[in-house]
């Protein structure tokens, strides 16, 4: 190429050469984080793999004879847990966003509540543990009962749930609002008719991940004293209890409620933190477990937001 | 759609004629494209046009909304490489020089070929480090500070910044800034000044400064300029073009375009009919 | 008839709603009234001064000691160290996927990275404990101790890379595209724009995503409890064993404190401390990224 005596030295090709060292840099740092993520997942299935089996699903934990130990109550435990964390959580982290997202007023007051729930989600989830026993634990006097783990769980979870339900109202166009009002719809009509249905499908993506998050937490558990060794399960055996009327059914789920458990992430934090061997390789097979619960509900998520976007278009 | 005269791409040689109103004189075709076509996707933005960019004269390109003109002008400087699905037929050469071909390389294409934009777009830095960061990237070997100086004189800025240079270059007025990156574009002294729109985001008298500033500028580069202001290719332009719908339907010097076009098309533009 | 029924019961659903969001603040006002009275008792015994000033933690053991330092300042060394991990790889990963990856890899590369997210810190713990220890730490720096602040560092520091990560790409994507088009028309290598221009003028983003993934490390209990050791310790070496906060806490509940001890104050002392000191991140990070989105809006 012509051009006038040049003032300049641009030595492309060593700026050249030094950006693409630079992006292999780059690559090189993001396959190592995916990579350290396989040799987690890959190292503690390999751990694990001689514990798991049937018999580990099956059988309760016992210290004396680890061979024999199984992680029944556990998985029982989170079951139970979850179940009522879904119960308490989900209508409230709802109803919460569906407040604030379709009634409330432009003031201070719910810019305080916005900005509460924001600073609520970033707060340690020991705190939450703290937080629920001092309060149900201890004042309410509900005891190391499932119930108490499921109320703490849900405080952990509700804000997070509520960050997401709003995500999913936000999303839905206002034309759909306006065209309910305008056919002289109530704001309540107008909501659990038409603007709901809508949100449902991301509002079910965000409240999935959030109970599959509120799975793995172990600390909130410790704090509210949920126990190991733990040879029962929430009511007694399901098989074998099986409430024939419907009083006896209230009778069981409310001694399922009442009852201490355990769950997955403390049978697994009691398994670690011993120092023999044979407790480490049941921890591994433990995580084994609860990764493949996780995987299972993350893909459910991952389905319904798939779902929702093949239907929208 | 016209031609131009027809030139031979090399040397013959080059005399430089300013504001010279007779067409035919050989002028060197600094830039130059032949039955270029530019797609998004399969849309044709820019259909088959042949357009010479003539040395040290600025050439206006006019035309409605949306007839294609930025487009051409962003091919000339291989911005359309950002977006993912544009496609190019046809020729497109600088001095020569295919620009779309494997030998050229973007990077150092843009050196010579500059650009400035819509909207006025300084970096977050201070006025100098405006000035000096892409003579500084591309290893300048003299005196920054002084040819930061003399970039803000040329570009008319220099009164004005002379005192606030460390200041941020977010707190001048728009014509200012633009005039900033003016000043941005000629520190490379490039060869070809590509100029989109530069005045379309500013107030009357920032644009009859920067006007002035065309005005003066082509006596050192050479200017194609894209602008919807039909008054301004008039008041600055030695070459005028005129687009619609993608392709080129005329192309002269300006003041035949704007006395005895011979397009009736051309002739509706000029006058107001439509755009 | 049915207008007032209707009026009543709309009327209902917008209270219920309303109590719904209420829950919230009476959580925070739960957190503060329970972390509040019980450490106005703790410092009724231990002063405040001995507390954020005492080097020697030792509530438990005679002769007792209550400075909250050693545990600040083990927090501290795991908490930084994750940003030491978390920060390079996260910004790469940003700046890689936002400027240089095509479409594909993207749609790939994000997902599985959230991933790392999901994972439960309970096994990021177990993993620091049982491998990252003994089969990377110790073999390369055999003074390493088995249970040591770098370990869980290094777990909590690939936990907390999608923060930053997705964070600082929001941060590159705000940037206007008519900064970085200016700045390729100034003959610039994708290098130079995207780190001399995109980078420094996303800043105030990238910081803002750096002090969220802090106060998430600081936060962090159980990488910490399996790996990082029960020794309350001032020290600046990583390879040593530590106490976090929140390791202590754990600890404490685990055993046999009855309520009203000053045993059983320290939780809600410590906890205080920690919950004042991820509120003040916090709020810090949601100013400057309130303010960078200012900027570019």
């Known amino acids: 190429m012509s051009a006038a005596p040049s003032m300049f030295r641009p030595r492309l090709g060593r700026r050249r050469t030094i950006g693409r060292v630079f992006a292999a840099l780059c690559l090189l740092l993001t396959v190592a984080a995916m990579f350290i993520l396989a040799a987690l997942i890959v190292t503690v299935f390999r751990a694990g793999l001689p514990s798991l089996s049937r018999k580990f699903l099956a059988n309760m934990p016992s210290v004396l004879t680890p061979e024999e130990a199984g992680m029944n109550s556990a998985i029982w435990g989170t079951l139970w847990l979850i179940g009522c964390t879904a119960l308490f959580s989900v209508p409230v982290g709802v109803g919460a966003a569906v407040y604030l997202e379709e009634y409330a007023p432009n003031n201070r007051i719910t810019r305080f509540i916005k900005l509460n729930i924001a600073n609520l989600a970033g707060v340690p989830s020991i705190v939450y543990g703290i937080l629920g026993l001092a309060v149900f634990v201890r004042w309410l006097r509900l005891d190391r009962s499932v119930i108490s783990g499921a109320l703490t769980l849900s405080l952990l979870i509700v804000p997070v749930i509520i960050i997401a339900a709003r995500e999913a109202l936000a999303a839905v166009p206002g034309s759909i609002r306006q065209a309910a009002y305008a056919l002289g719809a109530t704001r309540w009509q107008t909501v659990r008719h038409h603007v709901l249905p809508a949100a449902l499908p991301g509002m079910m993506t965000g409240v999935i991940l959030a109970l599959s998050r509120s799975i793995g937490e172990t600390a909130p558990l410790i704090m509210i004293g949920a126990l190991t060794y733990v040879a029962f399960t929430p009511g007694g055996s399901f098989t074998e209890d099986y409430p024939q009327t419907l009083g006896g059914a209230y009778e069981w789920f409310s001694t399922a409620l009442t009852d201490q458990f355990t769950a997955m992430p403390i049978q697994i934090y009691d398994w670690a933190s011993r120092p023999q061997p044979e407790f480490h390789q049941l921890a591994a097979a433990g995580i084994a477990v609860l990764l493949c619960v996780l995987i299972i509900m993350n893909a459910t998520a991952v389905a319904v937001r798939a779902f929702r976007q093949r239907k929208s278009s | ?275 | ?297």
Not at chain 2, 256 to 271: R, S
Not at chain 3, 192 to 205: C, H, I, K, M, N
Not at chain 3, 238 to 255: C, E, K, R
């Open chain 2, 1 to 275: 759609m016209e031609s131009t005269p027809a030139m031979a791409a090399d040397a013959l040689p080059s005399i430089t004629v300013k504001h010279a109103p007779h067409s035919a004189r050989a002028v060197t075709a600094v830039i130059r494209t032949e039955q270029l076509t530019i797609r998004y996707g399969s849309t044709p933005a820019v259909g088959a046009v042949t357009l010479d960019i003539p040395e040290q004269q600025v050439t206006a390109i006019i035309g409605p909304s949306g007839c294609g003109k930025s487009t051409l002008l962003r091919s000339m400087n291989r911005m359309n490489d950002f977006i993912p699905s544009m496609s190019v037929e046809g020729r497109l050469t600088y001095r020569g020089m295919d620009i779309n071909g494997s030998a050229c390389d973007p990077v150092e294409l843009r050196r010579r070929v500059g650009m400035v934009f819509q909207k006025p777009n300084p970096f977050p830095k201070s006025i100098f480090r405006n000035v000096a960061w892409g003579a500084a990237i591309n290893g300048y070997r003299g005196n920054l500070a002084e040819h930061v100086e003399q970039s803000l004189r040329r570009a008319a800025l220099w009164d004005e910044a002379k005192d606030v240079l460390h200041k941020s270059a977010l707190a001048l007025s728009g014509g200012q800034q633009q005039r900033l990156c003016i000043a941005r574009a000629i520190a490379l002294q490039p060869d070809v000044l590509l100029m989109d729109e530069p005045c379309s985001a500013l107030d009357p008298i920032a644009t009859a400064r920067i006007e002035d500033l065309i005005d003066d500028l082509k006596s050192e580069y050479t200017v194609a300029l894209v602008t919807h202001n039909i008054q301004q290719a008039a008041r600055v332009s030695d070459r005028t073009a005129f687009m619609y719908m993608g392709e080129l339907i005329e192309v002269d010097d300006t003041n035949v375009i704007f006395t005895n076009p011979g397009n009736p098309k051309t002739q509706d533009y000029i006058t107001g009919r439509f755009g």
């Open chain 3, 1 to 297: 008839m049915g207008g007032l029924l209707r009026k009543t019961k709309e009327a209902a659903i917008h209270f219920g709603l309303f109590a719904c969001a209420l829950v919230s603040v009476l959580t925070t006002a739960g957190i503060i009234w329970v972390l509040a009275s019980e450490s106005i008792a703790f410092f009724q015994e231990v002063s405040l001064v001995d507390f954020l000033f005492g080097t020697r933690w030792a509530p438990l053991l005679a002769p007792r000691s209550f400075g909250v330092l050693p545990l600040i300042g083990g927090t501290c060394l795991v908490a930084v160290g994750a940003l030491l991990v978390a920060v390079p790889i996260g910004l790469a990963t940003a700046i890689f996927l936002s400027e240089y990856a095509p479409p594909w890899f993207r749609q790939v590369a994000k997902p599985v990275l959230e991933v790392l997210a999901g994972v439960p810190t309970i096994v990021y713990g177990f993993f620091a404990l049982m491998f990252i220890t003994p089969r990377v730490l110790q073999p390369l720096l055999p003074q390493t101790e088995v249970f040591n602040a770098a370990s869980a560092a290094i777990v909590i520091g690939i936990m907390i890379v999608p923060t930053i990560s997705s964070l600082c790409d929001d941060a590159f994507r705000a940037v206007p595209r008519a900064l970085r088009e200016g700045a390729y028309a100034l003959s610039a290598t994708k290098l130079e724009v995207s780190t001399r221009v995109v980078l420094p003028a996303a800043l105030s983003g990238v910081v803002a995503s750096a002090l969220l993934a802090l106060a998430r490390a600081i936060g962090e209990t159980m990488a910490v409890t399996l790996a990082a050791g029960m020794t309350p310790k001032l020290t600046i070496n990583p390879l040593q064993s530590i106490q976090t906060m929140t390791a202590y806490i754990v600890q404490v509940s685990l055993g046999d404190t009855p309520a009203g001890s000053i045993e059983y104050q320290t939780i809600f002392a410590v906890g205080m401390t920690l919950f004042l000191i991820t509120l003040a991140i916090n709020l810090i990070a949601q100013r400057v990224l309130r303010r960078f989105r200012e900027a570019y809006e």
